[in-house]
């Protein structure tokens, strides 16, 4: 799956000691200034996944932190082969620390979450085995949620419901970090900008099987939010730009008659206008003649946009529509199977 542009390349990528095919579950975890709160993630990931029995791994991405969570992460590493490394460059946000998580991971199940500690790993282990229930993604929900009022619980709630009625998709917590997904749905589907809380709608709309669970969610111990008010914004603009192209990319030809009924209706109101007006219209002078130049551009470019939404059609169906279902190799659904997993 593309993740991103060169620029999004990471300065340091460190390799574990466990080899690319005996990795059944990766973890991703994107990190930014959580220096404090590194040491005792790590021991509770340890302590809640090493006795699922599986071979794991966990791919912390420093989204170049300023603080010392660079050299924390190494020093988990030196000590734990399961730990592997990613930094960036310079600071570009979640989504792509997310995204360049999903690259590197080696696991046939994927989980996230964040570096904060206010997700709990001890959840992990409910997330995968539900995941082995024939769900392709299962997305956690937090319903006791230890986070401010206004600033976080509000805009949350509200944002989530905007994205239920937008996108029809029933997940109560889209924002929450949590989630699990198998191989082929992260590798099947881009994100940029705010949109890894979008996953869910994403899958949803290639045919993804979700599942929801409670999760726990504690109070943040170190550090403080690096998300504020003006996040919403970002999420918004995000929200209206998944809407549309997802809605663009199935039916294609309403957008282009939207777009031609200005040009479309506007002569015939201006001659009625006209009509109903005390003189009569006359295009004898050299305003009336580029009125009915510029009006005839209009009715031309209305019969262009509907022509080309007729064409935009033809794309579509021809070439395939961008909500296919998930398929493995054979055609068959895309059910990956792997040792104790699913």
Not at 128 to 143: F, M, P
Not at 147 to 171: C, E, F, H, Q, Y
Not at 314 to 329: C, E, M, Q, T, Y
Request: with cysteine; net charge neutral; glycine share 8%.
């Amino acid at each position: 799956m593309p993740h991103g542009d060169p620029a999004n390349s990471p300065a340091q990528h460190d390799e574990s000691g466990i080899s690319a095919s005996a990795v059944e579950l990766s973890l991703v975890i994107p990190v930014f200034d959580e220096e404090q709160n590194l040491p005792q993630l790590h021991a509770e990931i340890t302590r809640h996944v090493a006795p699922m029995g599986l071979s794991w791994e966990v791919v912390y991405v420093d989204d170049r932190s300023v603080d010392r969570s660079f050299e924390v992460l190494m020093e988990l590493r030196e000590r734990d082969e399961h730990v592997r490394v990613v930094r960036f460059r310079r600071y570009f946000g979640q989504t792509p620390a997310m995204s360049a998580g999903f690259e590197h991971s080696r696991g046939d199940v994927v989980v996230t979450l964040d570096a904060d500690l206010q997700n709990d790993p001890a959840d992990i282990p409910a997330l995968v085995a539900k995941l082995g229930e024939g769900y392709d993604i299962v997305v956690g929900w937090r319903k006791n949620r230890q986070d401010g009022l206004v600033l976080r619980k509000v805009p949350s709630r509200i944002a989530n419901r905007m994205i239920a009625r937008l996108t029809g998709a029933t997940v109560h917590d889209t924002g929450c970090t949590l989630k699990a997904f198998r191989r082929e749905l992260v590798e099947n589907l881009p994100i940029y900008a705010e949109q890894h809380r979008f996953l869910p709608v994403l899958a949803l709309a290639s045919g993804a099987r979700i599942a929801e669970i409670v999760v726990n969610h504690r109070p943040r111990i170190h550090g403080v939010s690096k998300y504020g008010i003006g996040r919403a914004v970002r999420v918004a603009l995000d929200l209206l730009t998944m809407k549309m192209l997802s809605s663009f990319a199935k039916s294609p030809l309403p957008y282009f008659t939207l777009l031609s009924i200005p040009f479309v209706v506007t002569p015939p109101l201006y001659f009625v206008a006209a009509l109903l007006s005390s003189e009569a219209p006359t295009f004898d002078s050299g305003w009336g003649q580029a009125a009915l130049f510029t009006l005839g551009l209009m009715i031309s470019a209305g019969v262009y946009f509907v022509l080309l939404g007729l064409l935009a059609e033809l794309v579509v169906k021809v070439f395939g529509r961008s909500d296919r279902p998930l398929s493995s190799a054979d055609g068959s659904a895309a059910v990956l199977r792997t040792g104790g997993v699913a």
